[in-house]
Nanobody
């Protein structure tokens, strides 16, 4: 089992920045690819970003490419999502997820956090 706890969400104005954190506990964190997904009310869950177990490769959804950066610190069992140039359409509940073979598909992840709310005002 892997337990995931997100933090860092909040209310920010358009153009602002937030940094989300996801702390993991349980099994060996560095075994897992990590992903961030988001879900807005009435919409399907959307892939945001993924980072490999080593941190050497990253992948982003088209809507956040160039604005968001995913990173991880395996010594702290934590994955981060730096979000810059935020837009109102980034408003959603943001989830982190862990999967041995995690990619841009939610079904490839085995463990999920409870989510942290990000609200971007115009």
């Amino acid at each position: 089992q892997v337990q995931l706890v997100e933090s860092g969400g909040g209310l920010v104005q358009a153009g602002g920045s937030l940094k989300l954190s996801c702390a993991a506990s349980g099994r060996t964190f560095s075994d897992y690819n990590m992903g961030w997904f988001r879900q807005a009310p009435g919409k399907e869950r959307e892939f945001v970003a993924q980072i490999s177990w080593s941190g050497h490769s990253t992948y982003y959804g088209d809507s956040v490419k160039g604005r968001f950066t995913i990173s991880r610190d395996n010594t702290k069992n934590t994955v981060y999502l730096q979000m810059n140039s935020l837009k109102p359409e980034d408003t959603a509940l943001y989830y982190c997820a862990a999967g041995l073979h995690g990619n841009n598909f939610a079904r490839r992840y085995d463990y999920w956090g409870q989510g942290t709310q990000v609200t971007v005002s115009s």
